[in-house]
């Protein structure tokens, strides 16, 4: 079995490298967790820039305007954009509600869209979690009922990631209350600024404004918007959900920071010995460093059955619990390496590592329950992949 990218691939990744050291600010550190109002002007100006250079739509097909460059292409960006800790990348529109417009959309949706989308003049953000409904997403209560050549909508979404910052979202409402819950769900596209929309901060313990409360009160949307068929918007929501899980960013993010770390430590000594002169402190990011790997493997299994037109539905189930445990190990772990001072904020000024650690702890609890609990995913390797019964 070959692993190895292809030269073409791997000039790809050296240019974007050598891109993102001359277009990121000098004193860039990165977004710590969440993208805040006073990085936002970089993420828009990375976003344009990497539009101008058709590197923001990759893996589209180019009368989308993408670049039609392929699934694996899209992966080393992406690694590489990551890694390198840059903004810009437009996960909603590019990952998920443009590939979704692609295959559900009619063609006035994707002419209103996906150019916007590919040029980076767009924010999306996702309204489908509610207070009652999360893993059990079929069970939302969000309501639209037909008015003429409208629906008007009245529910509440909550977890709305960015939705302060957005344009746009894309939405799960109920119209067949008296239908299955799989069944009698529409799914729409809804501009942000329509009136009744109202949006309530919701800061996590990381001090973070990431997640917000997303009200609709008698919000009214043109039938028009409606992504796919009335009633039969779960069908589509899943094919978001599987473009939503298929990334490489863990992997890359959590190899970045235990780099950082070793660096950390090497320079770190007390009496004249480093913490990684303990052999226990080397076998432990020892064995960190080979579980990224795997991650990274899993994350690069997902992309290549993508870019030979086949359906990874366990294999990105599998990709998606093992990351984010792992995610969870690495922050325990380096939490306890680094002791006391790896309790240190990001704006503290002796935080190690820019308070990284510390970040990357608390956001990291979180990270087996978005975008589906690591229960979920263990159902759906059971079933779909070993053909368990439910």
């Known amino acids: 079995m070959e692993f190895q990218f292809s030269p073409e691939d791997e000039s790809f990744r050296q240019e974007v490298r050598e891109f993102l050291k001359k277009e990121l600010p000098p004193d860039w550190e990165g977004v710590m967790g969440e993208l805040q109002p006073e990085n936002f002007e970089v993420e828009r100006h990375m976003r344009k820039k990497l539009a101008e250079k058709g590197w923001l739509a990759l893996a589209w097909p180019k009368e989308f305007g993408g670049s039609e460059a392929g699934i694996i292409r899209q992966l080393v960006f992406n690694e590489e954009m990551t890694y390198n800790r840059s903004p810009g990348r437009d996960g909603q529109g590019i990952g998920l509600i443009g590939p979704c417009i692609m295959v559900h959309g009619n063609d006035e949706q994707k002419s209103e869209h996906l150019g916007r989308i590919a040029r980076g003049e767009v924010i999306w953000c996702q ?80 001090n973070g404004h990431g997640f917000n409360e997303v009200f609709f009160n008698n919000v009214r949307v043109p039938a028009k918007n409606i992504l796919g068929e009335e009633n039969r918007g779960w069908y589509a929501a899943t094919t978001t959900l599987d473009f939503e899980r298929s990334m490489v960013g863990f992997s890359a993010s959590m190899r970045r920071l235990l780099e950082d770390t070793i660096e950390y430590l090497k320079e770190r000594k007390n009496g004249g010995s480093s913490p990684l002169d303990d052999p226990l402190v080397r076998h432990k990011l020892a064995d960190l460093s080979l579980s990224v790997h795997v ?96």
């Open 127 to 206: 309204g489908f979690s509610e207070p009652g409904s999360g893993s059990d997403l079929a069970s939302l209560q969000t309501r639209a009922e037909r008015d003429g050549d409208d629906y008007v909508i009245n529910g509440q979404k909550v977890w709305t990631t960015y939705a302060h910052l957005a344009d746009w979202i894309h939405v799960l409402t109920r119209t067949d209350p008296d239908a299955p819950k799989h069944r009698g769900i529409t799914y729409f596209l809804l501009d942000m600024k329509t009136p009744g929309i109202e949006i309530r901060p919701l800061i996590n313990m990381a």
């Open 295 to 390: 991650s990274r493997m899993l994350a690069y299994r997902v992309a290549w059955m993508q870019s030979q037109d086949l359906v990874p539905n366990m294999e990105a189930s599998m990709g998606k619990a093992y990351s984010t445990e792992l995610n969870q190990r690495v922050a325990r772990t380096l939490m306890e390496i680094l002791g006391m001072s790896g309790q240190m904020e990001p704006k503290q000024r002796r935080s190690p590592m820019a308070g990284r650690v510390e970040s990357l702890y608390l956001h990291s609890i979180s990270s087996t329950i978005a975008a589906g609990t690591s229960e979920i995913q263990r159902n759906i390797i059971a079933t779909r992949g070993l053909g368990l019964p439910r």
